[in-house]
């Protein structure tokens, strides 16, 4: 229950200084999240690969706020430099946050924030930014009250950043976490992300992701607009069942490790996601003819190869390859010789399954 979260303090607590520096992976849905109800609770259920190298290093610096001003008192820096266009977003964040941790109304913030990956890459941040921040902000709820156990840190700061944006609940832990409930997977549920704790094969601990830039351009649609158009959307209940039918799938293929099944399941959701877009009111495309060319190009090679090569895409036109380890030189070949050209000025990142989020300092 979202009350458990409130977290009650004295004006004697926040009187301290101090600097937290988290860095917070990106993750990529197999199951995708696709339609929510407000306050971001999904209409589905959703699981991805947490990432390694795509991240968001976020430092905040906290003082006792010297005004005494009701409102938040931040100053917001990107890649070492004052950024006025990220405030309303942190803005909005702190408000729906700010009944959770009540303290963010008494300290000035210095936000410090930079990603790994190219500005304006055409990969969301807001998973990785969202989750640092919200990871921050748990670590000076801990110097207050230091007996809070790493699970309470861990859901809680899930549950925080959800309310950022709803991806960035699974950019805590990893390698695999589910968000939003689902019968058979123990304490799923619609607040926080929890790390899978069924059975997981090997190979999928060490999948990688090679994400092929094929459109940095500002997207069209923003999701926050793309998950409105799917209340009232016509197949929009087919779609939720669909996503829990292969989410069920998935548990006995995370366990098995059958590859060819996976392929299924994940191809299967990227498309279907699109679908989605595609049959929204206004209607909408976020793939590009690379995108495609991309896609028809995974499948022949797949199909002449036989190695475990499939795709899956975003809200977005970028393509994210993902190939077991024992795959790995094919698929680099094949991604370097037939694919990287299809990219906007032949830009990839290559990553791989991690494990969550470090506490940096
Ligand atoms: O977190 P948002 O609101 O940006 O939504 C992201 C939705 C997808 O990336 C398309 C799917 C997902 O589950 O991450």
Redesign the pocket.
């Known amino acids: 229950m979202e009350k458990n979260f409130i977290f009650n303090l004295s004006s004697e607590d926040t009187k301290a200084s101090g600097s937290v520096t988290w860095q917070s992976p990106s ?3 197999l ?4 339609g ?1 109800t407000d306050p ?1 609770i ?1 209409k589905n259920v ?1 699981v ?1 690969f947490t990432l390694s190298n795509c991240n968001t290093q976020t430092t905040v610096r906290y003082s006792p706020k010297m005004s005494s001003s009701d409102g938040f008192d931040f100053k917001v820096f990107f890649d070492e430099k004052e950024n006025q266009n990220f405030r309303p977003k942190i803005e909005q964040f702190f408000e729906r946050v700010v009944e959770y941790v009540p303290f963010i109304r008494n300290f000035q913030f210095e936000i410090h924030t930079e990603n790994s990956f190219p500005h304006s890459s055409g990969i ?1 941040s ?2 990785s930014g ?1 989750s640092a921040l919200a990871l921050c902000l748990m670590s000076i709820q801990k110097s207050i009250d230091p007996q809070l156990s790493e699970s309470e840190f861990n859901q809680k700061a899930s549950f925080l950043a959800r309310l950022g ?6 950019s805590i832990e990893g390698p695999v976490v589910v ?1 939003g409930q689902h019968p058979s997977v123990y304490k799923s549920n619609d607040l926080y992300g929890t790390k899978y704790s069924g059975e997981i094969h090997d190979v999928f601990t060490s999948f990688h992701d090679t994400i092929l830039l094929v459109d940095k351009g500002e997207k069209k649609v ?3 607009l ?2 409105k158009l799917m209340l009232g959307h016509p197949f929009a209940e087919s779609r939720f069942e669909q996503a829990k039918d292969n989410m069920s799938r998935l548990i006995a293929i995370l366990k098995n490790g059958e590859l060819d099944s996976f392929i299924d399941v994940v191809e299967r959701e990227a498309l279907s ?1 699109h679908a989605m877009m595609m049959t929204s009111d206004p209607y909408f495309i976020l793939m590009k003819p690379n995108t495609l060319e991309i896609i028809n190009r995974i499948w022949n090679f797949r199909k002449l190869s036989g190695f475990h090569i499939c795709f899956t ?4 036109a970028n393509v994210h390859v993902l190939y077991p380890d024992k795959d790995k030189n094919a698929a680099v070949e094949f991604i370097k010789k037939e694919l990287v050209s299809f990219c906007q000025n032949g830009q990839f990142i290559e990553d791989t399954v991690g494990n969550g989020a470090k506490l940096l300092h």
């Open positions: 993750n990529i849905a199951i995708k999240y696709w929510k971001q999904p959703s991805s969301a807001s998973a969202m944006s709803g991806s960035a609940a699974r968000w923003s999701s926050t793309g998950h996601l895409l975003d809200a977005g």
